[in-house]
C-alpha cells in the first residue's frame, strides 16, 4: 500500500501542477490586456494634450486674425485724420474717441494672444512629453506582450509532459483506489490528498488527526483518511526510522544460559 500511496501523490502533485499550468495559460490574454492598459492611459494623456494643444494654436490664429482686423481698424481711423474728412470739432472729439476705443480693443486682443501664445507653448510641450510617454510605454508594452505571448509555448510543452505521466501513473494505481481519488479530487477543488505534519495535524483542514489514526499513516500499510475532510492522508512529518533491535552480548547470554540451569 505504501507504493499505491507514493503514486496517489505523485498523481496529486501532477494534477495540480496541470491545474496551476492551465489557468496560467487561460490568464495570459487577460495578462497582455492588463500590460496594455498603461499604453492606453499614456494614449489618452497624449490624445487629450493634442486636442488642447490644437485647439488653443486655432484661437491664437482667431486672435491675430482678429488683431489683424483691428490694426487695419485703427489705420483707417488714423487716415480720417490726415485726410481732412472731420469738419467739425464734434465730429473730431468723437473721432478720436473711437480711435482710443479701436486702440483699447486692440490691447485687450493682444494680452489674450500673449495668454494663448504661452498656453501653446506649455501644451507643446506637455505633447511632447506625452508622445515621449506613449513611446516608451508601447516598447515596454510590446516586449512584454512578446513574452506572455511566447510562453505559451513552454506551457503547452511542461502540459503535454504532465499529461503524458498523469497516464503513467494512473495506469499503475489499483482501479478502486483511483476512482476514489478521482471522486475526492473532483469535490475538493483538485486535492485529493493532504499531508499529516510532526505535530498530527491534517495540512488541509489544519485539524488534529486522532493519535491512532497518525500512527497508521506513518505505516503506510493501508489507506487513512480524515475525519474532518475526508481527504486521502499521507505522512509529510520527520521520516519515520525504524531503529533496529539490539542484540545481546555473548557474555550475556552466557550468564542467561547459566542461571537458568541453576
Known amino acids: 500500500m505504501k507504493e499505491q500511496l507514493a503514486r496517489l501523490i505523485a498523481l496529486q502533485e501532477a494534477d495540480l501542477r496541470l491545474e496551476e499550468l492551465a489557468e496560467r495559460k487561460r490568464r ?21 494634450t493634442k486636442q488642447e494643444f490644437e485647439k488653443l494654436t486655432k484661437d491664437r490664429k482667431a486672435r491675430e486674425q482678429e488683431l489683424a482686423v483691428q490694426e487695419q481698424v485703427i489705420s483707417k481711423l488714423q487716415d480720417r485724420t490726415t485726410k481732412g474728412e472731420i469738419k467739425t470739432n464734434r ?7 473711437e ?36 513611446k516608451e ?14 510562453s505559451v509555448g513552454a506551457l503547452d510543452e511542461e502540459l503535454a509532459g504532465l499529461r503524458q505521466k498523469r497516464e503513467t501513473v494512473s495506469a499503475t494505481i489499483e482501479p478502486s483506489l483511483l476512482r476514489n481519488y478521482e471522486k475526492l479530487r473532483a469535490s475538493k477543488k483538485g486535492q485529493a490528498l493532504a499531508g499529516v505534519n510532526k505535530d498530527g495535524t491534517c495540512m488541509v483542514c489544519r485539524l488534529h488527526v486522532q493519535p491512532q489514526v497518525v500512527a497508521e499513516v506513518k505505516r503506510a500499510t493501508s489507506i ?7 481527504r486521502i492522508l499521507y505522512w509529510a512529518g520527520e521520516p519515520v526510522q525504524v531503529l533496529p533491535v539490539p542484540e545481546k ?5 552466557e550468564v542467561e544460559e547459566a542461571e537458568t540451569t541453576e
Do not use: N, W
Open 249 to 253: 552480548p555473548t557474555d550475556a547470554v
Open 91 to 97: 465730429e473730431y472729439q468723437a473721432h478720436l474717441l
Open 137 to 150: 510605454t508601447e516598447q515596454r508594452f510590446t516586449a512584454e506582450k512578446a513574452s506572455l505571448e511566447g
Open 99 to 134: 480711435i482710443e476705443l479701436a486702440k483699447k480693443k486692440r490691447g485687450e486682443i493682444e494680452e489674450q494672444l500673449l495668454v494663448l501664445m504661452d498656453g501653446v507653448d506649455v501644451e507643446k510641450k506637455d505633447l511632447e512629453q506625452a508622445e515621449a510617454a506613449v
Open 28 to 48: 495570459i490574454p487577460e495578462m497582455i490586456e492588463a500590460a496594455r492598459q498603461p499604453l492606453l492611459s499614456s494614449q489618452a494623456t497624449r490624445d487629450t
Open 224 to 230: 487513512q483518511t480524515c475525519s474532518q475532510c475526508h
